[in-house]
């Protein structure tokens, strides 16, 4: 009696032979695994000759198992589930239970979606910790776990994904002057802006635009905060360029009128990126898959 050396059997002829038997067809077995119709021929005459037995002969149209291979139908599934769970990640992640901490780097300007990204994570994993950190963040290779910003975060072993794009407006007090009718350079230059302070101010979406254009405006109020913006101009006769889609949820609570601006000022991409490290980790899929599909969902709608 043939008996093949366990050693040297290629494992990946199980993944063929299961295939086959299943499909008794090498056109629809090789389909079924990804191969090209000569592979999975190849595949079989390998099985052949390391089983010593034809495992599938000619009948009419089709293809008819012998005896051996009817024998090896069920051990080769059990084989290949046993193998599955073998490289299967046993540290898997259970929402409702888990209490692991996760790491977001956001900027400022994304900070109105927080609250709908915390109600998300909430119902799903109510134990879990989210911490977020400012712009540049934590190593993605080393401890951060998502990036949100302008665009994906470049550098080697990174992954990104672009979740939607964000347009402009001038916020003001209600009943602003500036506001009223049609917005007008004149109008928008008047009066002082109030600026967000990030790591380099002369590059900003809004003054590069208005570079562009050749018109300059008076920036009377720098802020460390997006949220400090808004509660300013409310009280004040500044006004404040940002995310509509971010802005809106504010509008009504603090008595703001928001307008397009009157020079153009290009959408904005917002892209997450993460490290290929925590690509395959359970844990981290959950995470990102909660916080594009927030994202996602509020850059769909328009404020």
Not at 40 to 47: D, V, W
Not at 88 to 114: K, Q
Not at 245 to 254: G, I, K, Q, T, Y
Request: charged content about 25%; aromatic content about 4%.
């Amino acid at each position: 009696m043939h008996e093949p050396n366990v050693r040297a059997f290629d494992l990946n002829l199980l993944v063929a032979l299961d295939a086959l038997l299943e499909e008794r067809s090498v056109t629809r077995a090789a389909r079924r695994v990804g191969l090209s119709q000569p592979a999975m021929s190849h595949a079989l005459a390998r099985l052949r000759a390391e089983l010593d037995d034809p495992l599938l002969v000619r009948a009419g149209r089709g293809m008819m198992a012998t005896p051996r291979a009817e024998r090896l139908r069920a051990p080769t599934r059990a084989v290949l589930g046993a193998i599955a769970r073998l490289l299967a990640d046993e540290g898997g992640f259970e929402a409702a239970t888990s209490t692991r901490t996760f790491a977001l780097t956001c900027p400022d300007l994304l900070a109105p979606l927080l609250p709908d990204l915390l109600a998300a994570m909430s119902r799903e994993a109510p134990r879990v910790r989210l911490e977020v950190h400012p712009p540049p963040g934590p190593d993605l290779a080393q401890h951060g776990d998502l990036a949100l910003g302008r665009g994906p975060v470049e550098g080697a072993g990174l992954v990104g994904r672009t979740l939607g794009r964000v347009r402009w407006v001038v916020v003001g007090r209600r009943g602003h002057p500036a506001l009223r009718g049609r917005m007008t350079v004149a109008k928008w230059t008047r009066y002082p802006h109030v600026q967000i302070r990030t790591g380099d101010l002369r590059s900003s979406v809004v003054d590069r635009a208005l570079e562009r254009q050749g018109i300059t405006r008076t920036v009377g109020l720098t802020v460390p905060s997006f949220l400090a913006a808004p509660e300013v101009v409310a009280r004040t006769d500044y006004l404040f360029t940002a995310v509509e889609e971010l802005v809106a949820p504010l509008v009504d609570r603090l008595g703001l009128e928001a307008k397009r601006p009157p020079v153009p000022i290009p959408d904005t991409p917002v892209a997450a990126s993460w490290h290929e490290r925590v690509h395959g980790d359970p844990g981290q899929r959950w995470f990102r898959e909660v916080v594009m599909r927030v994202i996602e969902a509020r850059l769909a709608r328009r404020g």
